[in-house]
């Protein structure tokens, strides 16, 4: 985990980097994240981007219901949108919710106007949002040393969402 950790944090760093902040050695680095993208862990090595710096000041989050039978369809169309940041199928009323960013309102209000038109679409609710707390592509890795208690089943039960006071 401390390894993965580390790429989390900077991917560029180089194999004797992550060595010496890990305490192990590169070849230990290089085999541990070959066995990890060869596993389906590691995906791709990429970059970070800040939206807002590139002027994608709007993100919104867009609830559709489709018409039966026509939600991959529905899905795949969107999924082709550069503005479009993610796509999930949901339980409840609606049926896909997409997250989108926007650099003026007048992209937005066409995209918006666009899926509500859209033949397959039954109702759209679109919500903008108006701060973003936090935004990860991942959910934050606790400690590695409670990651590997949690994976030994060694934790006595307490909550591991908090750090510990030792």
Known sequence: MKILEQLLQDSTQNYRNIARLTGTTAGTVHNRIRKMR?????????VRVNPLELGYD???????????????????????????????????ENDTTLVAKFRTMTELNR??????????????????????????????????KKS????????????????SET
């Open 38 to 46: 060869e596993s389906g862990i590691l995906e791709r090595f990429t």
């Open 58 to 92: 709007l993100c919104i989050i867009m609830d559709i219901q489709v018409k039966g039978g026509y939600l991959e369809r529905v899905q795949k169309r969107y999924s082709r949108d550069p503005n479009i940041c993610a796509i999930y199928d949901i339980t409840g």
């Open 111 to 144: 995209f918006v106007k666009g899926v509500a038109s859209d033949k397959n679409v039954i109702r759209t609710s679109t919500k903008i949002v108006l701060n973003v707390l936090k935004e990860e592509p991942v959910p934050t890795l606790i400690a590695s």
């Open 148 to 163: 590997e208690q949690v994976k030994m089943g060694e934790l006595d039960g307490g909550d591991i969402s908090k750090p």
